[in-house]
């Protein structure tokens, strides 16, 4: 996305978040010292708002390098459904272990599901030229309706319970916590280091060749670069990254899977990825800013008395809005762009 398009983008917002605020009859200066203080004003806070941005972070690095291959993933909703029943599955087959044989057995099942569950929409765009807009969101409904057929059935608790949900995981399963106040876990340490893999890749030549490929896919197959190898593995690694984060809220935040296991996340991911316009340091700081609107709101209601706590979730959807609008009138302007010149290679 152009960065004059991600600036509109974010102004607007901006300004209709202040247009809200004003209209709820309180101070924009009061709403944001109220905001952070409730996402950074005391230790507790600040752990809170890390551990909301670290998934998000996880999901907009996979996401991030789908779209430098020129396409729009939004099927990280769905992934992350898969990668957790994954996990679930393997590690209530395995039984208690020892959490150092738990731990990276969820990881790996987390990633095998949500890696799988993308080629779906790979797949159905290389063979069917089928929209990868469209084919993500349709796996989305699907993995949600696989979850809740699962959990009525065959993931049920057998220990019954009143609502939908799997057994809790045995207490290895369970990722530790970081010795800091708040719900911070140990995976937070991983997704950091994931980070830094992301920084050396974002240099790389492989990165290089993704972006041609995004940016003048005709350049690249003049290259030699293969369309299909560049799909398929660019949506498994955003897959698999959506698939761990799946496992990371089952087994360090809920402890058992239940039908709002991925709390809509995957979709967030996608905003995230733009905000960060693709770049890893850019990914951490749009988390944690949009992480913030979740963990500030409460500090919102707090300081003002009159805006309730959902301002945080009206704030972030409007987000999630602008950000598809955005994506899609680049979309269109980089189809227009490429049609023109293949009129013009075509009366040259």
């Known amino acids: 996305m152009r960065r004059r398009t991600l600036t509109v983008v974010t102004a607007c917002v901006v300004l209709g978040m202040a247009l809200l605020v004003a209209f709820a009859g309180s101070d924009v200066p009061v709403v944001l010292a109220g905001w952070w203080r409730g996402a950074f004003g005391t230790p507790y806070n600040a752990v809170q708002t890390l551990s909301y941005a670290t998934p998000l972070v996880l999901v ?5 390098v789908a779209l430098r291959a020129g396409m729009v993933m939004v099927g990280a909703e769905g992934q992350m459904i898969v990668g957790a029943v994954f996990a679930t599955v393997v590690l209530h087959g395995v039984g208690p272990v020892h959490s150092l044989l738990a ?21 159905l765009l290389l063979r069917w030229r089928v929209n990868e807009i469209l084919s993500a969101l349709l796996a989305d409904y699907l993995a949600i309706e696989l979850l809740a057929y699962l959990l009525r059935t065959a993931l049920r608790d057998p220990g019954g319970a009143a609502t939908p949900q799997s057994a809790p995981l045995f207490e ?10 708040g719900r911070l876990h140990v995976a937070a340490l991983v997704v950091l280091g994931i980070v830094l893999v992301a920084l050396w890749w974002h240099h790389s030549r492989i990165a290089f060749i993704v972006d041609v490929h995004g940016q003048r896919p005709w350049l690249a197959a003049r290259l030699g670069v293969s369309p299909a190898s560049i799909v398929l593995s660019t949506t498994a690694v955003s897959g698999a990254a959506a698939g761990l984060a799946g ?7 809920d402890g058992r899977l239940h039908p709002g296991i991925s709390a809509g996340i995957g979709f967030s991911g996608l905003v995230v990825a733009v ?3 693709n770049h890893p340091v850019g990914i951490v700081v749009a988390a944690i800013a949009f ?26 959807a409007v987000l ?26 075509a009366v040259a």
């Open 60 to 64: 907009a690095l996979g996401v991030s």
């Open 103 to 123: 731990l990276p057995l969820g990881a790996l099942a987390g990633m095998a599901g949500g890696g799988l569950w993308s080629l779906l929409s790979g797949v």
């Open 172 to 181: 290895e399963a369970l990722i530790p916590r970081l010795p800091v106040p």
């Open 247 to 253: 496992w990371m809220q089952l087994a360090g935040v």
């Open 275 to 277: 905000l960060g316009r």
């Open 291 to 316: 992480a913030s609107l979740t963990t500030g709101a409460s500090g919102v209601q707090i300081a003002t008395g009159t805006i309730p706590a959902s301002i945080g979730t009206v704030a972030q």
């Open 320 to 345: 999630l809005l602008a950000v598809s609008v955005a994506v899609v009138l680049t979309r269109r302007n980089v189809a227009v762009r490429r049609a023109q010149r293949k009129d013009d290679r």
